[in-house]
C-alpha cells in the first residue's frame, strides 16, 4: 500500500491580551483578521469574531482579578478554530457552565446565556478543560463546500480479478465517495462523504485516510476510509465494494489494508459506528449490547462494532452501584477484564458547584455532556443544561462518563433521574474505559 | 509555584518535544503475571506469547545463576563483557572487538541505528516482522520504510527497490518472526551481492539456534566476506536467558568500532555475562529444545489441520494460526483459560495470533482452550 498521508501541523496565529472590555475590539478584529488570513470567507470570519466577542466580553465582566488569555486561531483541513485559553481557579470554574450567566439573580433567561449565544455563531463549541488547570474555549466554524451531485450516476464498476491497494489521490477520493453516496444508504457513511471537497482536504490534512482497491487500467474496485478519534481511536467507515454481488476477498484485503497501517501506532481500538453489508466477518465486534430490553428503546438491533488493536491486560475502573450491573454485564459479553470498584457519595463535603462542559455539533444535531467538576449541585446543573439542550433543538443528548474518575461516577444518579441510560462502553477511549449515556428520546 | 507557572513550565516543556517524539506512542508491555492472573481470574498462566524456552537456561547456566554470591552485585560487571566477548570469538572464529555485547539484542539495534543514522536518513525493512527496527527508527527521527512480505517472506528485490542515497540501513529477520520464513545462504548472498556494501545489512538471527535446514546461512560466517554485515543474536529464546536480558552483534571490526561509540557501557549486569558463557558451551541443550519443538509442532499443527484452522509454521519455536475472529478478542478469550499468545494485530497480521510452542501439557491446554473458543464463537 502506498505511504498514507501524515497528519498535518494547524496553521496558527497566536495573540496574548488581557482580559478587560477595552480590548474586546481588538480580540474581535484579531479573530476576524486570521480567519480570512487562513482561509474563512467574510460572513464565516465575522461569525467566530462575534463569537470570540461574546466569549471575551463574558470573561471580562466575570474575572475579578486581572489575567491574561491566549487567542489562538488555527487552520484546519476544512474548519477554522479559535482556541480561548486561560488559567482557572477552581472557584470561577462555575462560571462556564454553558447555562451560566453573568448575573445569577437576573431572570432574563437564555439571551443572557453568552457562551450559548456564541455557540450559536459556530458549527461547533466546546469547553474543555486541559492540564495544568487551562480552560479552553473552542469555536469552529467550517469551511463552506458544495454538496455532492447525485443526479449523474456513475456506471456501476464490473468485477476486478485483480487489484491494488492504494492511497487515494484527490480525483480518486471524488470518484470513491461518488460511489459510495450512490450505491450505499445514507445511513452507511458519515455526513462528510456529502462533501467532495471537504474530503479531499480532510484527506490532504491527514484528517482522512482512504485507501482504495484499484484494478491495472485504473478501474476503482472498492474502498475504505478511516479517522481518528483523539489520540487512542480510530473510526473506520466501509468496507465498501462497488460491485453488484460484493468481493469478500477485496473486503477482507481493505480491512487488513486499514488495519495494518493503524497498528504501531497510538490506536488502541478501531471502532465503525456504520458498518457496511461487506464488513467481513470475524474482523470486528458488537461494541453495543442488545438493547430491547431498555424500555423507550427503538430497539433497533446492536449496530457499533470494534476491535481492539493491542492486548488487554486489564484495569480498575470505577462506577456508581446504579450502572455496575450494566458493566458487569457488558463486561462480561466483551470479555474485558476489569475490577469494578464502586464510587459516590457516602456524605462527604462536596464543592457548591458542578461544571459541565458542552460540545455541541449543530449539523449532526448532537450534544455531547462531559463531567469537568463535581458539586453538590449536579443533579440541578445537568437538568438545566438538558433543558437548555433541548430548547436547542439537540436530537441526541450524550453523557461520556471516564470510569477512570472515581469523582465522575457522582453524576450517575442525577443522569438516570433525568431519563439517561447506559448505552455503550468505549474502551479506553478516556483516561480509563467511557461509559456512554444516552437521554431517552421519551425522556 | 503558582498555578499560572505550572502552566507556562507545561507550555516550555512541550515545546522541547521533538515533533517525531510527539507523533510516537510509548510501548506498554504486559503486565505482570501475578496482575494478570488476577484481573483474568485464571489461577494458572502458561506464556505461549514470547518465544521463552520451556526447557529453561543450560544447566550449567542455571548452576551460575543459582551459586551467584550475592557480594558480587554490589561490583561493576565488566563494562564491555570482555570474557563473554572473547568466548564468542573463540566459538565463532572472530576477533573480540568484533563483538559487541548488549541488554538483550533490543539495545544493539538502537546502537546501529545511532551509528549510522543522521537528520534526513532511512532504514529499509519488512511491514510484518519483528517491530523494533521499526520502532527505534521512527522514535529516532528517522524514516522506516516497510516493504511488504512476500508469500509470508522478507522481499528482496522489494527491499533493494526502496534504497535511496539516505538509505543507510537494511534489516532482514532471519528467520522472520513471526512468519518463520528464512532467507538460505544463496538467497543472502544475492541480496549482499546486490547492496555491494553501499547500506549496513542488519541480519537478526535471533532463532537461528532453532534451525535444522541444511541451506540456513551462518551470518557470523559471511562477515568476512561483506564487511557491510552485521548479525544480531540473543541469549533470549534458545538459551533462555530472557530475564537476564543478554544479546550481541558481530561483525567487521572497523564497522563494529564505528558502533561501539554509540554503545553504553555496564550495561549488561555480570550475571547475565557469566550466564551466557556458559550457556554456549551445551550443545545438549541446543539438541533437546530441538527435539521439543519438532515434537509439539508436528502436535500442534496436526491438531490445528483437526480444528480447520489456517497455520504458519516455518523456522523458530512459534507458529501462527488464522481464526475467524479478532485476534485480540481471542487473546481475551484464550486469557480466561490462562493461556497468554500473542495477538498479532501490532504486526499487521489481523486475526492471527502467535503461538510459542513448547511443553506437552502447555499444547494441550491450548488446543483445549481453541477447542473451546471456537465452539463458543460458532
Not at chain 1, 256 to 270: F, P, Q
Not at chain 1, 374 to 401: Q, S
Not at chain 2, 5 to 13: F, H, Y
Request: proline share 6%.
Amino acid at each position: 500500500m502506498d505511504t498514507m498521508t501524515p497528519k498535518k501541523e494547524n496553521r496558527s496565529i497566536v495573540m496574548n491580551m488581557p482580559v478587560a472590555e477595552a480590548f474586546i475590539p481588538l480580540a474581535a478584529a484579531f479573530v476576524n483578521q486570521a480567519a480570512q488570513g487562513l482561509g474563512l470567507d467574510e460572513e464565516g470570519a465575522d461569525a467566530l469574531s462575534l463569537a470570540t466577542e461574546e466569549v471575551i466580553a463574558y470573561l471580562a465582566r466575570m474575572a475579578q482579578v486581572e489575567q491574561d488569555v491566549d487567542i489562538r486561531c488555527s487552520a484546519g483541513s476544512c474548519f477554522i478554530e479559535t482556541k480561548i485559553s486561560l488559567p482557572v481557579r477552581e472557584l470561577q470554574l462555575h462560571a462556564f457552565n454553558m447555562t451560566a450567566t453573568v448575573n445569577a439573580d437576573d431572570e432574563a433567561g437564555l439571551d443572557q446565556m453568552e457562551l450559548l449565544i456564541a455557540s450559536r455563531m459556530t458549527d461547533r463549541f466546546h469547553i474543555t478543560r486541559s492540564a495544568g488547570q487551562r480552560l479552553v474555549l473552542a469555536l469552529i466554524k467550517e469551511l463552506p463546500y458544495p454538496e455532492i451531485k447525485r443526479d449523474t450516476p456513475s456506471p456501476t464498476p464490473g468485477k476486478l480479478s485483480q487489484y491494488t491497494l492504494q492511497a487515494a489521490d484527490a480525483a480518486y477520493v471524488k470518484w470513491f465517495l461518488r460511489l459510495v453516496t450512490q450505491y450505499y444508504p445514507d445511513a452507511l457513511f458519515p455526513l462528510d462523504f456529502r462533501y467532495p471537497g471537504k474530503v479531499v482536504d480532510m484527506a490532504a490534512g491527514g484528517d482522512y485516510q482512504i485507501v482504495t482497491a484499484k484494478g491495472p487500467a485504473g478501474e476503482l474496485g472498492g474502498g475504505i476510509a478511516w479517522r481518528w478519534e483523539g489520540r487512542k481511536t480510530v473510526e473506520l467507515f466501509g468496507p465498501y465494494i462497488f460491485q453488484e454481488h460484493g468481493d469478500p476477498q477485496m473486503a477482507r484485503d481493505l480491512m487488513d489494508g486499514c488495519i495494518g497501517h493503524v497498528a504501531r501506532t497510538s490506536a488502541l481500538a478501531l471502532i465503525n459506528r456504520m458498518p457496511t453489508p461487506d464488513l467481513p466477518e470475524g474482523y470486528l465486534e458488537a461494541l453495543e449490547p442488545k438493547r430491547n430490553d431498555i424500555s423507550g428503546d427503538d430497539g433497533s438491533p446492536a449496530r457499533a462494532r470494534f476491535r481492539m488493536m493491542v492486548e488487554e491486560t486489564g484495569e480498575v475502573v470505577w462506577a456508581h452501584p446504579d450502572v455496575v450491573g450494566f458493566l458487569q454485564s457488558e463486561y462480561r459479553r466483551l470479555v474485558f477484564p476489569r475490577d469494578i470498584q464502586t464510587a459516590g457519595s457516602d456524605g462527604e463535603a462536596d464543592e457548591p458547584f458542578s461544571v459541565l462542559s458542552a460540545e455541541i455539533d449543530r449539523r449532526l444535531s448532537v450534544a455531547t455532556l462531559r463531567p469537568i467538576w463535581p458539586g453538590a449541585d449536579n443533579a440541578k446543573n445537568m437538568a438545566a443544561h438538558v433543558e437548555l439542550l433541548g430548547r436547542e433543538a439537540m436530537a441526541t443528548i450524550l453523557f461520556e462518563m471516564d470510569l477512570g474518575q472515581p469523582w465522575q461516577a457522582g453524576f450517575t444518579p442525577g443522569l438516570i433521574a433525568l431519563g439517561f441510560f447506559p448505552r455503550m462502553i468505549l474502551p479506553h477511549a478516556g483516561s480509563a474505559d467511557l461509559l456512554i449515556f444516552q437521554l431517552r428520546t421519551d425522556a | 509555584m503558582t498555578m499560572n507557572d505550572a502552566c507556562m513550565n507545561k507550555m516550555a516543556i512541550d515545546r522541547l518535544v521533538p515533533d517525531h517524539i510527539k507523533c510516537f506512542e510509548a510501548y506498554i508491555p504486559s503486565k505482570p503475571d501475578d496482575v494478570l492472573m488476577k484481573m483474568t481470574g485464571c489461577s494458572r498462566l502458561l506464556r505461549l506469547n514470547n518465544n521463552e524456552n520451556p526447557l529453561g537456561p543450560p544447566p550449567a547456566a542455571r548452576k551460575i545463576i543459582e551459586t551467584f554470591p550475592p557480594p558480587r552485585a554490589s561490583v561493576y560487571p565488566s563494562g564491555d563483557a570482555y570474557h563473554l566477548r572473547c568466548k564468542l570469538a573463540d566459538r565463532f572464529g572472530l576477533h573480540p572487538d568484533q563483538f559487541l555485547v548488549g541488554n538483550g539484542a533490543n539495545e544493539v539495534i538502537a546502537f546501529v541505528i545511532k551509528a549510522f543514522c543522521q537528520e534526513g536518513d532511512n532504514i529499509v525493512t519488512a511491514d510484518k516482522t519483528f517491530a523494533v527496527y521499526e520502532w527505534v527508527a521512527t522514535f529516532s527521527g528517522f524514516e522506516a520504510r516497510l516493504v511488504p512480505l512476500q508469500d509470508f517472506a522478507f522481499d528482496d528485490a522489494g527491499m533493494l527497490a526502496r534504497i535511496d542515497e539516505r538509505t543507510k540501513i537494511l534489516f532482514v529477520c532471519n528467520p522472520n518472526n513471526p512468519t518463520g520464513t528464512y532467507w538460505s545462504e544463496e538467497r543472502l548472498r544475492r541480496f549482499l551481492d546486490r547492496v555491494a556494501g553501499r547500506q549496513i545489512v542488519v541480519v537478526d538471527e535471533a532463532y537461528c539456534e532453532f534451525v535444522e535446514q541444511p541451506d540456513f546461512p551462518d551470518g557470523l560466517g559471511l562477515i568476512a566476506e561483506y564487511p557491510n554485515l552485521v548479525v544480531f543474536r540473543t541469549f533470549s529464546k534458545m538459551y533462555a536467558l530472557a530475564g537476564l536480558r543478554i544479546g550481541y552483534l558481530a561483525g567487521d571490526r572497523d564497522v563494529v568500532d564505528i558502533i561501539r561509540r554509540t554503545c553504553v557501557v555496564y550495561s549488561v549486569n555480570g550475571l547475565a555475562q557469566e550466564a551466557a558463557l556458559k550457556a554456549l558451551d551445551d550443545h545438549e541443550h541446543i539438541l533437546a529444545t530441538r527435539a521439543l519443538v519438532r515434537d509439539a509442532k508436528a502436535m500442534l499443527t496436526r491438531e490445528l489441520d483437526h480444528l480447520g484452522l489456517t497455520h504458519v509454521s516455518g523456522e523458530g519455536n512459534f507458529l501462527m494460526v488464522r481464526l475467524p475472529m479478532s485476534d485480540t478478542l481471542a487473546y481475551r478469550k484464550l486469557m480466561t483459560h490462562g493461556v497468554m499468545v500473542r495477538s498479532m494485530a501490532g504486526f499487521r497480521f489481523p486475526n492471527w495470533i502467535r503461538i510459542t510452542v513448547g511443553l506437552p501439557d502447555a499444547m494441550h491446554a491450548l488446543v483445549e482452550a481453541l477447542a473451546e473458543m471456537l465452539h463458543h464463537d460458532r
